[in-house]
């Protein structure tokens, strides 16, 4: 009798099995893009974010206005990191090395990085995800006053910020509080991804689609739609056994009725493809 040899985890899923307070972001963010770059130096590219932290740190600081002060003057002002305005929907704009190497970024991308910098010097910078747009707050300075590394490290009102969602959502769209609450490494990791996600599934690349869905499964593993839509993205690229094996997961964590109804549903899709193959 043979038996099956299981593949070690993902590096990625493997960090995600850690609890919040020990995963580096940054760490995470580069260990996803292995999918992509399965070549990718990791240390390398930490080892150049905490070189531009020991930067922003020796810059004097005496309260957290210099702070930011600090961190615009070294990676914006000094080394150039800003947003990609010119080629937004360049999918190398969510891996966080290349952001490194060209110094443009999305905005979520780029605030990754101020993210990382912050972390190691202790300073209590959080993300904003802002529908369409992500910010970033110092949480000494106002509450009302935001950073935006994707403009310059521009610092904004709210009401600037609000402007910007109406921007994207349309004149009339609200506004709420909720929309800048700071949110955790896992809703910024799933936030990257989901960016990934959507260039890759337009494009009916299903393989890369999957990649990106499989990550996401690591972040959220509760999340039942996302395990639903992985064994769909499985389905049409043709790997069936992968997709039957997600499924069959889905199903016994899938509690709720809505839940349950999806999974039938994808697994009459996965019935019908295989009918067709056969």
Known sequence: MTSTVKAPPHPFDHLMRQPGPRIRLAKAALLFSLDEYPDLDV???????????????????????????????????????TGNEADYKNPANSYLHRVIDTRRGIPISLSVLWLDVAATLDWPLVGIGLPGHFVLRHERMPEDVYIDPFHGAALRS????????????????????????????????????GNLYAHYVNLNDWR???????????????????????ARVLTQEGSLGEAAEVLEEARELAVFEPEQKLIHERARELHRRRAELN
Request: some cysteine; charged content about 30%; hydrophobic content about 45%.
């Open 208 to 230: 890369r689609s999957a990649d990106v869905l499989s990550r996401m499964v690591a972040v959220v593993p509760d999340e039942i739609p996302v395990r639903a839509e992985l």
């Open 43 to 81: 240390s390398r590219y930490l080892a150049r974010l905490t070189r531009l932290a020991r930067e922003v740190g020796a810059e004097h600081v005496h309260g957290p206005e210099d702070e930011w002060r600090a961190m615009r003057t070294v990676l914006f002002d000094r080394h150039g990191y």
């Open 158 to 193: 709210r009401g600037e910020c609000a402007e910007m969602v109406r921007l994207i959502l349309g004149a009339s769209a609200p506004v709420s509080d909720a929309m800048f609450q700071p949110v955790d490494k896992r809703q910024t990791l799933r936030r990257m991804l």
